[in-house]
């Protein structure tokens, strides 16, 4: 927090003991959840400032309720209405090259939510089977539909000379995707 309103509360809960372990065992996230309430009839403000230098992205849950995010990207959630739940990736090599691990981790609820990300944000709409490819450190969010996968660089030159490293993630429509720098 940098500052908040006087009239505003702080709490912390785990949201239920299973929802602490996998935020905080699976999901790379915080075991406690920071609540500011307001117990006033007035409006009140709180100010959020990411962990690293970073630009805020809100999220609005009920247009991409089950979007999968990026670990350590999730900064803040409106309301309580929102959960953090686990996904396994699809194949050992994405596993163990596509950057997300074993878990992926997803968003659930109506809220707004918003999402940590460094450099510049990149936004863009996949059409059915449309592929893009990132460095794995770069995918920020997708939306549920759009399907990760990996791929090779290419020869050894690549991998060592070019610093493009052995795999890429591809990404594949349809969907939404968030990539940030």
């Given at each position: 927090m940098a500052y908040m309103s006087p009239g505003l509360f702080?709490?912390?809960?785990?949201g239920g003991c299973e929802q602490g372990c996998k935020r905080c065992c699976c999901a790379g996230e915080n075991l406690f959840r920071l609540h500011f309430?307001?117990?006033?009839?007035?409006?009140?403000?709180?100010g959020l400032t990411p962990t690293f230098p970073a630009k805020i992205?809100?999220?609005?849950l009920a247009t991409y309720n089950?979007?999968?995010f990026n670990r350590g990207a999730f900064l803040a959630a409106m309301g309580s209405d929102w959960s953090v739940d686990i996904k396994r990736v699809r194949s050992v090599g994405t596993c163990c090259c596509?950057?997300?691990?074993?878990f992926m981790n997803t968003l659930h609820g109506s809220g707004m939510i918003f999402l940590q990300a460094g450099g510049t944000v990149m936004r863009k709409e996949l059409e059915d089977g449309e592929e893009l490819v990132v460095e794995q450190g770069a995918v920020l969010a997708f939306e549920r539909s759009v399907?990760?996968?990996i791929r090779k660089t290419g020869g050894c030159l690549v991998c060592c000379c070019g610093g493009m490293g052995l795999?890429?993630?591809v990404l594949t429509g349809p969907g939404f995707v968030m990539i940030h720098s």
């Open positions: 702080a709490d912390v809960d785990v309430l307001n117990e006033t009839e007035d409006s009140q403000q709180v992205v809100p999220i609005d089950g979007m999968v596509g950057g997300q691990g074993l399907d990760l996968d795999f890429n993630a």
